[in-house]
């Protein structure tokens, strides 16, 4: 049985791209009593408010006309940008971040540390290179992929 994700996820990133954008993230989540369908969209200059209703609207209409009803209760449909830490759950978008400012979070402590925020230098087959300061020193630091559980754009202080 397919979640109700894998089931949505393509007729979803079919109508993101036919508004020229990119999907960059998906979830279905129960806040509270309430359950709640988010769809994260972007583009090149940065998704708009009209864009994310354009988008919302022929994603209603889509999901409303399935065949089979997949989503037991009733939900939110939300639409919006993934903002300026926008999740990097993809290798391609993790490899199109290099030159940008990353936050890795990891499965077990990594140089001693839980998490670490850095510019990606470079993705490799295994790892990533990560330039961190710590403490008052800039060191390169090499993650092995597997080590990651998060990762998503950082804003620097």
């Given at each position: 049985?397919?979640?109700?994700?894998e089931?949505?996820?393509?007729?979803?990133?079919?109508?993101?791209?036919?508004?020229?954008?990119?999907?960059?993230?998906?979830?279905?989540?129960?806040?509270?009593?309430?359950?709640?369908?988010?769809i994260?969209?972007?583009?090149?200059?940065?998704?708009?408010?009209?864009?994310?209703?354009?988008?919302?609207e022929?994603?209603?209409?889509a999901?409303?006309?399935?065949?089979?009803?997949?989503?037991?209760?009733?939900?939110?449909?939300?639409v919006?940008?993934?903002?300026?830490?926008?999740?990097?759950?993809?290798?391609?978008?993790?490899?199109?971040?290099?030159?940008?400012?990353?936050?890795?979070?990891?499965?077990?402590?990594q140089?001693?540390?839980?998490?670490?925020?850095?510019?990606?230098?470079?993705?490799?087959?295994?790892?990533?290179?990560?330039?961190?300061?710590?403490?008052?020193?800039?060191?390169?630091?090499?993650?092995?992929?597997?080590?990651?559980?998060?990762?998503?754009?950082?804003?620097?202080?």
């Open positions: 049985m397919s979640t109700i994700i089931q949505v996820q393509p007729i979803i990133e079919t109508i993101v791209e036919g508004h020229e954008c990119e999907l960059v993230d998906l979830e279905y989540v129960k806040e509270g009593p309430n359950w709640y369908l988010r994260y969209a972007d583009n090149e200059t940065g998704i708009s408010l009209e864009e994310c209703a354009k988008i919302s022929d994603v209603s209409e999901l409303d006309n399935m065949e089979k009803d997949v989503f037991p209760k009733a939900y939110f449909l939300e919006s940008s993934p903002g300026a830490e926008r999740p990097l759950k993809t290798e391609e978008a993790i490899i199109g971040a290099v030159g940008s400012y990353v936050h890795f979070d990891y499965y077990v402590p140089y001693g540390e839980k998490f670490h925020e850095g510019t990606l230098v470079e993705v490799t087959d295994d790892s990533y290179i990560l330039d961190v300061m710590i403490k008052t020193r800039q060191k390169q630091l090499e993650i092995e992929k597997k080590s990651v559980s998060n990762a998503r754009l950082a804003i620097k202080f």
